[in-house]
């Protein structure tokens, strides 16, 4: 078996524009060389709305992946950040998105929801009642996932309370429970630590699949590939070295009208950097 088919790369639905219709979507991510892709749910009611899609709907959204030939796997979940669970204010509308969320991704066939390490975010101060309201709140919610055979797992955020791996472990020791792993941003993580293997072995046996996403110091979004700061050779290196074979390929169209030749570039230079890694695993 070749290198190239040890690991598989989705690709993240906002690289694509927003008006496609799911099977154009699909057939896009499939011609541009990727495995499967991570829909969004976030703070829009466009994609919001999708979690009171009826059966019907859903079918359909299934039946599309059947003719593109390819699957939707993960599902990046921001409306959280609208929604936290950490929230006093939202907390029933937290619970309720989480619990949708989940019913959802189980009719759907999805097997990961990356969920979003927000105690609170617009209106709300982060504080000691906040963060144990989210703990609290997000072991609810696992037990409700595990009920359903649905992994969460936490994405390392932009913020202060989880922006590294080592913070994101301690809500999955505290949880403690099979359905509750982490999701890493790499792209975030190089912007809270030096130190990004160090911080990735500090999930060992516990990380689900990572985001490889490009940043720049204190800018978290629309980082074309190679601009950066990231280490991808590197941080990939650490991620196989512990196990991880999934990946999604985080980026965002912009308005190009070579959108499509943006996403097979992305995938080319991602692959590249496989082979990079694999020169560091190998020596």
């Known amino acids: 078996m070749e290198f190239k088919d040890t690991y598989r790369i989705g690709l993240y639905e906002k690289a694509m524009p927003s008006d496609l219709t799911w099977e154009e979507r699909l057939e896009s991510a499939k011609e541009a060389g990727y495995d499967y892709i991570e829909m969004s749910i976030d703070e829009t009611d ?11 709907q859903i079918y359909d959204l299934l039946d599309a992946q059947r003719r593109a030939g390819l699957p939707i796997e993960t599902i990046c ?4 950040r609208k929604y936290p669970l950490g929230s006093k204010i ?7 998105l989480l619990r949708k969320g989940i019913i959802f991704a189980r009719k759907s066939g999805i097997r990961i929801i990356q969920t979003q390490g927000y105690d609170c975010y617009y209106e709300e101060t982060s504080d000691e009642t906040t963060r144990e309201r989210f ?11 595990a009920s359903h055979g649905v992994m969460l797992a936490m994405e390392t955020m932009e913020n202060d309370f989880m922006n590294t791996v080592e913070k994101a472990m301690y809500s999955v020791n ?27 072995a500090a999930g060992r046996g516990h990380i689900a699949a990572a985001h490889l996403k490009e940043t ?35 980026c965002w169209y912009c ?8 996403i097979k570039s992305n995938r080319r230079f991602l692959d590249d950097q496989f082979a990079k890694a694999k020169e560091i695993l190998t020596n």
């Open 174 to 200: 505290r949880v403690n429970s099979p359905y509750l792993q982490v999701y890493p941003d790499i792209g975030n993580i190089s912007n809270a630590t030096k130190d990004v293997t160090g911080d990735l």
């Open 255 to 262: 308005g190009e009208a070579n959108w499509k030749e943006v």
């Open 90 to 96: 939202w907390e029933k509308e937290a619970k309720e």
């Open 216 to 250: 720049v110091p204190g800018k978290f979004r629309e980082i074309p590939y190679g601009t950066g700061q990231v280490d991808f050779p590197g941080a990939i290196a650490k991620l196989y070295e512990l196990g991880i074979r999934r990946y999604v390929s985080e």
């Open 46 to 56: 466009m994609r919001m709305s999708r979690l009171d899609w009826d059966d019907g």
């Open 135 to 145: 703990y609290r709140n997000l072991e609810e919610g696992t037990m409700f996932a």
């Open 77 to 80: 979940f921001s409306a959280q």
